[in-house]
């Protein structure tokens, strides 16, 4: 078993933390502009599906390889090689813009690339967290990872419009490239230890290596099956989230819609802040099942009726949680897996709990456009049932009905899988990775001073 020798603070993860953020805010941009340049070309949603499916599809085919690249080779490196490449993809779309020769095509090429490079990117760096904070402030650095995918989610939509129309596209994308330097140089002058590895692993083949991550959760059945539960969550969820623009634009107005979408990123800040401060729960999985059922509560509130505050509300509501949800699983993973291990089990934790995703993407559209709408119609199959009553009839209402469903499916999912005794005693039934003197003998001075008061 690995096991960490060199002393860790919370300094070299806030370094690099900052200039992820930074990064991704700049990806944020760009991924906003070039959804308004799609739309100019095209007027069509098919191109974003398309460009959503290869921008995910690397992430799950790619799990296995890319964890054991994160255990094998120093996580440093990774991150840096990574990083490199996406901001070389980055440029290239300048310049293919520049000299006019920029196609949807490329889009789709460019956002496969990017997330190949990210697929190998996030395992070495979610790897990395361990060997950096001490164990007692790893939910609070889990909650500041969130915050940069809140903030990524937040920040684009307000300032990306206005930079659109002063510098176009070209502008936006230059700002991008330029972001990546604040993530390299973070890299560069951060110190990341690495886990011994273990001898039998450097001689073992690179398949058997790669797949090292799933027979570790094999074994340990209650981690495999928190796994599995959050993959049935991201698709319940994502069935019903990927419906939201065509839910409240039957209704309202684009306006209204960037209220709603802004409502949710401040949620997930929120949220986020709240986890980096608190510290997390000390009983993970109770509190995990908790959390998600009340957000899960909040979607179901999101489709409730066609009122704008209601939708924004029941979008606050569920993305407020889901990273204290998210944060607390992430710190389950890191104390109970091996540390030279952590790379291969997260990257397979990721291809597995985003496998089902596609599905959810390419299914709901289909089943709200000609089963649940028109079944909510006037006259439709359910406009007169108690169902009605609740949700109302009219545009909108078969999808707010699929909202509801998804919501209180997952509040029973939920409860089901704590009825699994191996996933309610995880905290329990396996060891943890890291002693909890540890705790004491390594936390900086820096790491202190960041737990308030009243923690």
């Avoid at 997390?280 to 999101?302: E, N, R, V």
């Avoid at 609740?390 to 909202?403: E, H, K, S, T």
């Amino acid at each position: 078993m690995s096991s960490i020798k060199e002393p860790k603070n919370m300094n070299a993860f806030i370094t690099i933390w900052i200039g992820q953020l930074v990064s991704i805010v700049g990806s944020g941009l760009t991924g906003f502009a070039l959804g308004v340049w799609i739309f100019q070309q095209t007027g069509k949603a098919t191109p974003f599906a398309i460009t959503v499916l290869f921008g995910s599809l690397p992430a799950v085919l790619l799990g296995p390889v890319a964890g054991s690249v994160a255990d094998r080779f120093n996580r440093k490196k990774v991150m840096l090689l990574a990083d490199t490449g996406n901001a070389l993809v980055t440029f290239i779309a300048f310049l293919l813009l520049m000299t006019g020769q920029l196609e949807i095509w490329n889009i789709y090429l460019i956002a496969l690339v990017g997330s190949i490079f990210s697929a190998f990117q996030e395992p070495a760096f979610a790897a990395s967290i361990v060997m950096l904070v001490p164990r007692k402030d790893l939910q609070r650095a889990n909650g500041l990872t969130q915050m940069t995918n809140a903030l990524g989610n937040l920040v684009p939509p307000l300032i990306a419009g206005l930079l659109f129309g002063l510098i176009g596209l070209q502008g936006i994308i230059l700002i991008d490239f330029i972001t990546y330097f604040a993530a390299l140089g973070t890299i560069i002058i951060s110190r990341i230890p690495q886990p011994e590895m273990d001898v039998t692993e450097e001689k073992s083949s690179q398949w058997r290596e790669a797949m090292a991550g799933w027979r570790y959760l094999r074994v340990n059945g209650g981690l495999l099956g928190l796994v599995f539960y959050f993959a049935v969550v991201n698709f319940m969820i994502n069935f019903a989230a990927v419906l939201t623009s065509p839910m409240v634009l039957a209704v309202f107005s684009p306006a209204i819609l960037g209220y709603v979408q802004t409502a949710g990123g401040l949620g997930m800040l929120i949220g986020s802040l709240m986890l980096s401060i608190w510290g997390g729960p000390k009983k993970k999985i109770l509190s995990i099942m908790i959390f998600i059922t009340i957000s899960s509560l909040g979607l179901a509130l999101a489709g409730l009726r066609p009122n704008a505050y209601l939708i924004a509300a029941g979008y606050f509501m569920m993305l407020l949680l889901i990273p204290m949800a998210s944060g607390s699983s992430q710190a389950i993973f890191q104390t109970k897996v091996p540390l030279g291990l952590q790379g291969r089990v997260f990257a397979m934790r990721s291809m597995i709990s985003r496998s089902i995703m596609p599905i959810a993407f390419l299914s709901a559209g289909p089943l709200a456009d000609f089963i649940f709408e028109p079944m909510m119609r006037d006259g439709g199959f359910l406009a007169n049932t108690f169902l009605s009553q609740i949700v109302g009839v009219g545009p909108g209402r078969g999808i707010g009905l699929i909202f509801i469903i998804a919501g209180l499916g997952t509040v029973i999912v939920t409860w089901l899988a704590y009825l699994n005794p191996k996933i309610r005693t995880i905290e329990t039934s396996i060891p943890d990775v890291i002693p909890e003197q540890e705790e004491d003998e390594n936390q900086p001075a820096f790491a202190k001073k960041l737990v308030p008061a009243s923690d």
